[in-house]
């Protein structure tokens, strides 16, 4: 009797344990399908958005099933680099060509180069390489500059940056803008210029109002890095493209040391065309409302009509037809917002003698500009995504390459350019109507200097950079000179890329 109970007991034990056994291989068949997807933004629409091509993804193929997870954007960096330590991060990881160099050379990423070559088997003509796919240099340009012929993530969409102006607000200033000498039909168009910009703020500070906002609170908005580009571009300038060596229409670390530690190199502190540049600068600050304004801020005062006009980025059209929609959860529902017309421009033209304060009738002269040069900012891929080798290991790889196929192929950049008011980076592909203003003009130059250098030490330079132009720009006794910032500067920027030089054996 007790033998049978024991071998009765044991049975159980027996079955039990199987019984775990299967459930677990089960639950790990389930696990090992889902392939976790992280990305950072509060941008409503392009979460939504990526929902829902997920959502397609997951309903085409039975293999995978992608999760999409919205992480907190100011501590996404922090964040992703610890999982990637850790080896506990998401199949699938939003990034930067700046993390994904850095993250790269810690050995933590996937190298895309070979599938790069294969077909994308969502693409229509599946003839055409992955790497065809994409249009322009927006993917050369993400090469890793430590490895010749790596690809450690992959671009999705491409920013560009305009003014953004209340038409309804500019129609109520007609006569004002007339007897200034600004005719609204024929001069405010893509072929401004500065006095003509600047005639349209004196109109409405007349009138008490600010007549531009700009988000210069944080250096993490780059707006200030952004303009000092614009108005950089305008100048004749040629050693910028010279030290693109590799003429991918990026100026990458490498040849930001060269530029900086070569024996031709760029000097900040004496170089005449960057300083003209910064003057001009501290000029114009004045005239983009007091203080320093965050983006929330800057967008508020806009879709409020308290100000004409603001620096806008592709990526903030969203949030305008969001919000004057009264369709943003984030916005103030207690306090509906009014729809007005807009349009965007690019920023205004410099010209030899450019108009700068009606006041005293003053002008600010540039000795060399160039002509006939598209004056978007544009050209960087700012969509990217990487997967981290620890995918390699869990058995995910081939199912976090084939969705960010998907992701790239003509239907979904066509689905995300609608529906998240993307530019793409993909070939063929028609874009929102609203954000058709934004597309880079055929002849425009894509080369960025950036002169925060954010390519450089995961930051560091960036933020010191743009808290010293904070100080040049402030008034009273808290700024700083021109040739204090030039010099700190060029210290900074020296001393990070003599470092950054040697150790990667840079010779220069």
């Known amino acids: 009797m007790r033998i049978h109970v024991k071998q009765g007991i044991l049975a159980v034990l027996v079955a039990v344990c199987v019984f775990t056994m299967g459930f677990n291989v089960f639950r790990f068949r389930e696990n090992s399908s889902k392939l976790r997807l992280a990305f950072w933004g509060t941008n409503l629409p392009y979460y939504n958005a990526l929902q829902e091509v997920a959502e397609m993804y997951n309903e085409r193929q039975d293999k995978y099933q992608v999760e999409v997870q919205r992480q907190d954007a100011g501590n996404y960096r922090i964040w992703m680099s610890s999982q990637l330590a850790g080896g506990t991060a998401p199949d699938i990881l939003a990034t930067t060509s700046v993390y994904a160099n850095a993250d790269a050379q810690n050995g933590y990423l996937y190298d895309f ?21 994409f249009a322009g240099t927006y993917l050369s340009q993400l090469e890793d500059p430590n490895k010749k012929g790596r690809f450690t993530n992959i671009p999705t969409s491409t920013v560009s940056v305009r003014i953004v102006i209340n038409e309804e607000m500019l129609e109520s200033k007609r006569d004002a803008l007339d007897a200034n000498g600004i005719n609204i039909d024929t001069d405010i168009n893509e072929d401004w210029t500065f006095s003509q ?7 409405f500070e007349a009138d008490g109002k600010t007549a531009m906002q700009i988000a210069n609170q944080q250096y993490i908005n780059y707006h200030v890095s952004w303009l000092l580009d614009i108005f950089m571009a305008q ?45 001009f600068m501290k000029y114009w600050s004045k005239y983009w409302g007091d203080g320093f304004n965050s ?46 017309e807009y349009k965007s421009l690019p920023f205004p033209r410099l010209t030899p003698q450019t108009y700068v304060d009606g006041q005293d009738g003053g002008t600010f002269t540039f000795s060399n500009l160039k002509e006939g040069l598209p004056l978007q900012e544009m050209g960087e891929p700012s969509g990217c995504f990487c997967i981290p080798l620890s995918t390699q290991k869990s058995g995910k790889t081939e199912g976090a390459v084939d969705f960010l196929r998907f992701f790239t192929s003509p239907e979904i950049a066509a689905y995300m350019a609608d529906a998240a008011y993307e530019i793409p980076v993909m070939k063929g592909v028609e874009v929102n109507e609203i954000m058709s203003d934004f597309l880079p003009p055929d002849n425009s130059q894509t080369v960025r200097m950036r002169f925060g250098l954010q390519n450089l030490s995961s930051g560091t330079a960036e933020e010191f950079h743009f808290k010293r ?23 900074k920027y020296v001393e990070i890329t003599s470092q950054l030089a040697e150790d990667n054996g840079w010779y220069l």
């Open 113 to 133: 180069a070979e599938v790069l070559n294969e077909p994308n088997p969502y693409n229509a003509d599946s003839e055409i390489s992955w790497r065809d796919s």
């Open 197 to 203: 910009f600047r005639k349209v703020c004196e109109v």
């Open 235 to 279: 100048v004749k300038y040629d050693e910028i493209t010279e030290w693109d060596e590799n003429d991918n229409g990026m100026i990458e670390s490498e040849e930001i040391c060269g530029m900086i530690l070569g024996d031709d190199g760029m000097n900040f502190s004496s170089d005449s065309d960057f300083k003209e540049v910064l003057r």
């Open 295 to 340: 983006r929330s801020d800057t967008s508020e005062k806009f879709l409020r009509q308290e100000v004409p006009m603001m620096f806008c980025g592709s990526w903030g059209v969203a949030g305008i037809e969001m919000t004057l929609g009264n369709q943003n959860p984030d916005a103030d529902q207690t306090n509906p917002y009014t729809m007005f």
């Open 469 to 491: 132009m904070q100080m040049y720009l402030a008034t009273g006794r808290d700024a700083i000179s021109l040739n204090a910032l030039c010099s700190d500067v060029q210290k």
